[in-house]
């Protein structure tokens, strides 16, 4: 089977693209001119230099191919410099898909994220934009939605790491968030963390499953916990004294309204309200499906957050 990966060197994509090759794919790549460092593996994989926002480029990427991947996505957008969550995660993705559908390509697999509503906050929003067109293609298409994904940023942005960065190593008290008016349950909102070489390892194994065509799969790891475990977890990691401290998400969000089209200010609106939501989901059936045993939230996969920098490779499990 010929794969094409569209979002292969981010943090994730990184990951599914060791998990490719380890299959004994050779994947083609879509890597925008000065990221071809960024590819992990490369001289296992096919480079197609370009833009998604390109029709020509985005079908020799997919010239040939079998099986599409779309992982690319946005944490956070910024609209007056023309980065924004509509035109990666719904307008490129659409995109894809027809010129998928053009070519022949049998199955299309995407990365959406657990929660996303038509409702929703506009990262949530557009995936599922991107969901509800993919359905209407006549592509053997899967949609997976994790939780917040963990594990060694391998220099990228990534959930851990940005919480050791920004709260856990900072010498402020971290933060408990709460609605309301009173710290009833500050920091008890979950998520469930999930480690990333165990979302590529289902990403890839399912490509060739016959049963999951048309179906929609939660990514989660083993654990729901709460904000107060998350931080509490990654200060044992990294042997920090963790002091906490409630916080009134209104608070938060009164600055953020000032401050969060700034890149230096650490959180948005959107995002914040995303997570008190909570995100937690369960996946046992389909890690045992694979035969997997997905990875704790723990001091062991944690363990590359002990430099600090979040740079140090992960203890093999």
């Known amino acids: 089977m010929r794969v094409a990966l569209f979002g292969g060197t981010g943090f994730v994509g990184s990951y599914l693209v060791d ?4 299959h004994g794919y050779r994947p083609r790549l879509l890597v925008r001119p000065g990221s071809e460092g960024r590819v992990t593996r490369g001289h296992a994989v096919t480079l197609v230099p370009g833009d ?26 910024f609209p007056e410099r023309g980065i924004s969550f509509r035109k990666l995660h719904f307008e490129a993705a659409r995109r894809v898909m027809n010129q998928a559908e053009r070519l022949g390509v049998r199955r299309f697999l995407l990365m959406s994220a657990n929660g ?9 929003r557009t995936k599922y934009m991107a969901e509800q067109y993919l359905k209407t293609t006549d592509l053997e298409w899967t949609i997976f939605r994790p939780s917040v994904i963990f594990g060694n940023p391998r220099g990228r942005t990534e959930f851990a790491t940005r919480l050791y ?4 190593s900072s010498p402020l008290p971290a933060p408990l968030f709460f609605t309301g008016l009173l710290p009833h349950g500050a920091g008890s909102f979950s998520l469930s963390p999930v480690h990333v070489a165990d979302v590529a390892e289902v990403f890839v194994r399912s490509l060739t499953d016959g049963d999951m065509p048309g179906r929609i799969e939660l990514l989660g790891g083993p654990e729901s916990l709460s904000w107060k475990d998350i931080l509490g977890r990654i200060a044992a990691a990294t042997a920090k004294p963790l002091l906490t401290l409630p916080v009134p998400v209104w608070g938060i969000r009164s600055a953020a309204a000032l401050l969060d089209r700034f890149a230096f200010f650490p959180v948005t609106r959107e995002q914040l309200d995303m997570l008190v939501a909570g995100n937690t989901c369960d996946s046992r059936r389909l890690f045992t499906r694979y035969g997997l045993e997905a990875r704790c939230f723990d001091q062991r996969s944690l363990g590359y957050l002990a430099s600090g920098a979040g740079v140090t490779a992960i203890a093999s499990s």
Not at 52 to 74: F, H, P, S
Not at 116 to 124: D, L, P, S
Not at 165 to 168: K, Q
């Open 116 to 124: 996303v509503t038509a409702e929703g906050a506009g990262y949530q």
């Open 52 to 77: 998604v926002a390109d029709e020509a480029t985005v079908a020799r990427v997919l010239q040939g191919a079998d099986a599409a991947i779309y992982n690319i996505g946005l944490l956070r957008e």
């Open 19 to 22: 998990a490719l090759v380890d």
């Open 165 to 168: 960065r920004d709260i856990v």
